[in-house]
């Protein structure tokens, strides 16, 4: 059939495939399958989450603090990555026992480059906690992503998470974003 | 009702080590704390690394208030509260930068740098030119400076902060010297964490007075090697082959307290950084100059410990925690953390990196704390459970006026290993000021 544009298409193909393993993750995330997260993640993957200042709109420059250099929620490796793994299943995890119910919500996916070895990936999202009876907490925020294209499929190097927080208004971030 | 009615309910009694559960929960004993406890204590505000230029601000606060801390066109610190004289409106909301003046966005009334009332709209054709301006500047606190840590205090009754810290002041000297006992002094690592604890402010300062017996709390943490030691452990020291005898420093007038370890002569300190080979060789050198300084006494390592009512240090992993009240309920806490300023790089860099993955409420081994407290809060509400007190007294009675070493008690009492001395002499204070004892 005539009139495919070709080059569309693939470029379609390669937003379904980030979408794809964006909503995966969202899932195992919320399924607890963590080891199974963890294989998402390339090996010297940069897992960063900066604080947030008040900041005057005109001059905005420290806004967010630094990666490799400030302070920050978080701003790790994959060593880090495991070892919450690890504490999440010894079962003496008090945070984390019983277990939290999440809900990752992703949206807003926007593939900005798609032309190198790594994708730009940019998606917003929710982040709902419920725990024990009634706890509920509510995290918003966007992450700008750098995924790896591999032979075995997507892997994330990169992903740099920016809340809509100032004060924190959750005890703790004992889950993945 | 009066809310210290201490013949309805004893709240703090230091005799049987018993703390009643109302001094957490109560709504009308937490507006006193307001009034009997942060408007008369001497309050960590700031560290002078983050104004260090005339002009320069930063955001703070003073129990539930909130001040800004500002270096003044000619050098001198001051704490104001961050509200206007004129009707109430924060006179700056940006969280820290740079400033001439502070220019209230509600109707303009403009604050110099000194706090001073500069300019008033329509001074002549709406106050007549009768306005004082030189009575309506920023409300100002008192401000003190101790070896680049900054405090204030709107009490102006309160004796000075090398008074009021007394005996307990070696800690805070102590916590902001460099480690290597020489040039230099400690840097706040850019950006202040702040989050939302939902228990009573005192759970967080309590613990880090001397809770020494909350190991469990830790269990899951404590099977990683998440410290610099690459050992089984959350602190780096958990990997010295040595056991100290801890030790715990009560001081019983000031509420004021200190937790260390006391080593044996000899002991490996550095396997507590054996994994990475930047901080095993700054902390040769680091504990050459101290053991040059301190001689004996080097072989006390302090861990911590909380200044009354809401400040709390860790030494190991160099931070402080404020443990700001928001209502009976919760808790805003604030975690500054600092390197030596004269450290490498990479020195830096491993430091940052081990406060933020033990620390906070994205460290692994304070999100339990959390947890713990925040229920511990939660199941202590209730009418029946009001009606029993908490249960401090370990330890009771086996304080000793001198530790094992003449020079281990600082000028406080000391008891080894786990107690709840300190946290005794935290409510004992905590009752003295409220008119509880």
Known sequence: MSGVDNAAVARLLRVREAEEFLYREAGLLDRREFTAWLDLLADDVRYFMPLRRNVPSLAPGEEWTREGQDIAWFDEGKDVLAMRVTQLHTGVHWAEEPPSRTCHLVSNVLLVDDHGPEWEVHSHFVFYRSRMERETDLLAGRREDRLRVTQNGLRLAHRRILIDHNVLPIKNLTNFF | ?437
């Open chain 2, 1 to 437: 009702m009066d809310p210290i009615d201490l013949k309805a309910r004893p709240l703090v009694d230091p005799q049987r080590g018993l703390v009643s559960r109302e001094i957490f929960v109560d709504a009308q004993l937490y507006a006193a704390e307001q009034e009997r406890i942060f408007a008369t204590q001497w309050l960590f505000v700031g560290h002078v690394s983050q104004v260090r230029r005339p002009g320069d601000f930063v955001v703070s606060r003073m129990g539930e208030e909130p001040v800004l801390l500002v270096r003044d066109v000619d050098g001198a610190l001051h704490v104001f509260l961050n509200s206007c004289r004129h009707r109430g409106m924060q006179v700056c909301r940006y969280d820290q930068g740079n400033a001439t003046e502070f220019a209230c966005p509600y109707h303009g009334w403009t604050f110099d740098t000194k706090g001073r009332l500069a300019a008033v709209p329509a001074l002549r054709e709406g106050y007549f030119s009768e306005l004082e301006l030189a009575r309506w500047g920023l409300v100002e606190a008192r401000v003190a400076e101790l070896k680049g840590s900054i405090w204030a205090c709107w009490d102006a009754a309160t004796p000075g902060l090398d008074e009021w810290l007394g005996d307990a002041r070696v800690w805070i000297e102590e916590f902001f010297g460099v480690p290597d006992a020489g040039a230099g002094e400690l840097e706040l690592i850019a950006g202040v964490q702040k989050w939302t604890l939902p228990c009573n402010w005192k759970f967080g300062a309590e613990n880090f007075s001397g809770d020494n017996y909350h190991n469990v709390s830790h269990a899951s943490v404590d099977q990683l090697a998440l410290s610099p030691s690459g050992k089984a452990g959350r602190h780096q020291y958990d990997a010295i082959p040595q056991k100290p005898a801890l030790q715990n420093i009560a001081y019983a007038t000031t509420g004021h307290s200190g937790r260390g370890a006391l080593y044996p002569p000899g002991f490996d300190f550095l396997s507590a950084y054996a994994a990475v080979p930047q901080l095993h060789a700054y902390y040769q050198r680091a504990y050459a100059a101290r053991e040059a300084q301190l001689g004996e006494q080097a072989r006390f390592v302090p861990h911590g410990g909380t200044i009354f009512p809401n400040m709390s240090f860790s030494n190991g992993r160099t931070s402080i925690a404020l443990w700001h009240p928001a209502g009976p309920e919760s808790c805003e806490v604030w975690r500054y953390y600092f390197v030596p300023q004269h450290a490498p790089a990479a020195v830096k860099d491993h430091l940052r990196r081990y406060v933020i993955r033990y620390q906070g409420p994205s460290g692994l081994t304070e999100e339990d704390d959390m947890e713990n407290w925040n229920l511990a809060h939660r199941a202590s509400r209730g009418t029946i459970a009001r009606r029993h007190p908490y249960h401090l007294a370990m330890g009771l009675g086996h304080e000793m006026a001198a530790g094992r070493e003449p020079w281990i008690a600082r000028g406080g009492t000391v008891m080894e290993g786990v107690s709840e001395q300190n946290q005794r002499g935290y409510y004992r204070r905590w009752a003295e000021l409220m008119g509880a004892l």
